[in-house]
């Protein structure tokens, strides 16, 4: 029987995100990438990839550490 | 707090109760704090200026009437500010001008970097003059050089620039505020325009069109930079002991390069930091006594190299200056500096010594 992995999401505010790229450095499913729409403030915020990313069978598992390195509150953690 | 708040909240305790400014990414944080600020000051006065040659000379203006003034910009809007400068100094005005540097040349991008050193140390607008120039690297710098920073204009009568970039003026880091000191407690200032009732007028002005006169006036000028070089450069050093190699960069670079320090040392490698924090004056007395043992010095800049002229000039030749840097606003890792560390240290047969 497969075991159950915790899975989760997050939604990062593109607003509020000044392009540290922190949290890319972080997570530890590399589902975090860089945007290609400059932001309000004019940077080039992270984005988030629900689900699967890069081909492999990588999701979310709601570890927080993203939200957790972010100096700017901009990165929401939801666990399912 | 973050880094463009910081320098807001303590120009505020510093006495700062005039700022005028124009938004450009990245210092918008800094104006916008200030309208907080100022707002909240019975005294305090902002304004958002319909551009930044008119903030810089509501600047002037609030400073001939006394008032610790304030303005901030990003590389292309202190390139604006120039002439105003170049004013103050004339005038002997005293004012604080925050530039967060962005890459460049021209419109460049919002990302960090330290393109404008010659701008800064150099005078940057016309005529034979200087301006102090402060180059924080942490929060706390931040909070601390902003309040030297208004006490020396206040001391020399000058513009001083605080030099920062993208990375300093967004970066959140904890600081101790000093106290706000009291206005009434600020030594008179004998030569300000406030009104001539019961006193005879006085004249603040830039245009000497004797030449006598303004060369008296340029002489004048010359022998306040020179106390001034005589008095306040300042540096700090990391590791340099026992350092065969020593790394020289300012602000967010010399944090980069203190990481990278911090590798090679576990390498074994006897690599120092010499981080001027006066960019000008230059502290050029600590690098020419060290010169006497240190053989190499690695320069490093988020420019293409501007700073390492002056490690030039302060060493007189007399040890082997490099070069590295990145422009552009790239923010290089601690890692890649390590391995420009490593390599150099080995060409450089350094081990043996």
Request: with cysteine; glycine share 10%.
């Amino acid at each position: 029987m497969a075991k159950k992995t915790r899975q989760g999401k997050i939604t990062i505010d593109r607003d509020l995100c000044k392009a540290c790229y922190l949290c890319i450095s972080v997570c530890p499913n590399q589902l975090i990438s860089i945007s290609k729409k400059l932001n309000q403030k004019g940077y080039y915020p992270a984005e988030f990839h629900k689900g699967t990313h890069g081909g492999e069978n990588r999701r979310c598992t709601g570890c927080a550490t993203c939200a957790t390195v972010c100096p700017d509150i901009a990165i929401e953690v939801y666990r399912e | 707090m973050r880094g463009s708040h910081v320098i807001a909240e303590a120009a505020t305790r510093a006495g700062c109760r005039f700022y005028a400014g124009y938004p450009i990414t990245p210092q918008n944080e800094l104006t916008e704090y200030m309208a907080g600020a100022m707002s909240r000051l019975e005294d305090g006065t902002f304004i958002q200026a319909e551009s930044e040659l008119a903030a810089i000379n509501m600047v002037i203006g609030a400073s001939m009437a006394g008032a610790r003034a304030m303005t901030s910009s990003s590389s292309p809007g202190i390139s604006l500010k120039q002439e105003g400068i170049s004013y103050l100094a004339a005038q002997e005005l005293p004012a604080v001008i925050v530039n967060t540097m962005r890459g460049g040349p021209g419109l460049g991008n919002i990302a960090p970097s330290q393109g404008d050193y010659f701008q800064a140390t150099r005078g940057g607008g016309h005529g034979d003059y200087r301006t102090i120039v402060l180059a924080p690297a942490s929060g706390q710098e931040l909070a601390d050089l902003t309040r030297k920073a208004f006490e020396y204009a206040d001391d020399y009568r000058t513009p001083v620039i605080i030099l920062g970039d993208g990375m300093m003026g967004q970066m959140m880091e904890p600081v101790e505020m000093e106290e706000p000191i009291d206005l009434r407690k600020l030594p008179p200032k004998p030569w300000i325009l406030d009104g001539a009732a019961k006193r005879p007028s006085r004249l603040i002005r830039s245009l000497l069109l004797d030449t006598s006169v303004e060369e008296e006036h340029n002489w004048k000028l010359f022998r306040k930079y020179e106390s001034i070089t005589r008095e306040i450069s300042r540096a700090e050093t990391y590791q340099t002991a026992d350092a065969h190699l020593v790394v020289v960069a300012y602000g967010t670079a010399s944090r980069i390069a203190k990481g990278a320090i911090k590798k090679v040392r576990e390498m074994g490698l006897k690599v120092g930091l010499f981080r001027p924090i006066t960019l000008w004056p230059f502290p050029k007395g600590a690098l020419l006594e060290w010169s006497r043992r240190v053989r190499d010095f690695l320069v490093f800049e988020m420019s293409t190299g501007q700073m390492v002229e002056d490690v030039k000039l302060a060493l007189e030749g007399r040890s082997n200056v490099h070069f590295y840097g990145r422009p552009g606003g790239i923010v290089s890792t601690p890692d890649e500096i390590a391995k420009e560390i490593n390599s150099l240290y080995h060409r450089q047969h350094l081990e043996e010594d």
